[in-house]
């Protein structure tokens, strides 16, 4: 099956261009939201790749209760719709409860379901009858051929515009893996497959109250990804990833976001028979 590309503005995800949905974990701060949206606006720009920024209004599935959030659903669309506003980028964000999916589409362009809730059905119903683009994460229980039935809800629903996001599988304890052959086989579905390279790195609870991850493995993975034919890329980056308050052991720092855009942009091009 051919891979239908999906409409967002004025370019496709899962076209002849590389994607990249990226932006801080949570929502801090305006000026971290600023910071990062500035610096990857120019760097796509450069590397003339399509950049969808991310952070999340609140984040649910935490370790431990006192871990940080996000500023929650009505200040963090506030702020998105101001990152929207002053550089005109799309904007992907999560939803964790099916009566959020209204008031997001009224800022977001992609609305994320987040993985260990890829399979509720009504959250899935609701985010289609947005209309906007949904973005299934792959949930780190599930085999790729189980995110068929799943898209088949959304587009049951009304909508077509289905996404795929692959943020490896459990294995063990405290740890995941990435399974490449996972891309062309949800591929074969149809629906484009982004690869979420930072949260493919983390270590579930790998800090006890909190997820730990090893950073220095994005860059392989995602270059992996490039070459087993991913449409586009997930990172969480912060400018300061040590002092993060949510996924800081996963994050890129934008300087390291500048390296490893450009060379995952090299391989998309390779794989998709395009000159460098």
Known sequence: ????????????????????????????????????????????????????????????????????????LDKGLELLAEVKKEFGLPIVTDIHTPDQAAPVAEVADIIQIPAFLCRQTDLLVAAA?????????????????QMKPLAQKVVDSGNDKVLFTDRGTSFGYNNLVVDMRGIPIMQEMGYPV?????????????????????????????????????????????????????????????????DVFKICNDIFKLVNKKSI
């Open 1 to 72: 099956m051919d891979i239908k590309p999906v409409k967002l503005g004025n370019f496709e995800i899962g076209g002849d261009k590389l994607s990249i949905l990226a932006g801080p974990c949570a929502i801090e701060s305006k000026d971290v939201l600023f910071t990062v949206a500035e610096a990857l606006k120019k760097l796509t720009q450069e590397l003339d790749i399509n950049y969808v920024f991310k952070s999340s209004f609140d984040k649910a599935n935490r370790s431990s209760i006192k871990s940080f959030r996000g500023p929650g």
């Open 129 to 145: 009858k947005t209309g906007k683009i949904v973005n299934i994460k792959k949930g780190q229980f599930l085999a790729p051929a």
């Open 194 to 258: 982004v690869f979420d390279a930072t949260h493919s790195v983390q270590l579930p609870g790998g800090a006890g109250e909190c997820s730990s991850g090893e950073r220095k493995y994005v860059s392989t993975l995602a270059k992996a990804a490039m070459a087993a034919g991913a449409k586009a890329l997930f990172f969480e980056v912060h400018p300061d990833p040590d002092k993060a308050l949510c996924d800081g052991p996963n994050m890129l720092s934008i300087d390291m976001a500048k």
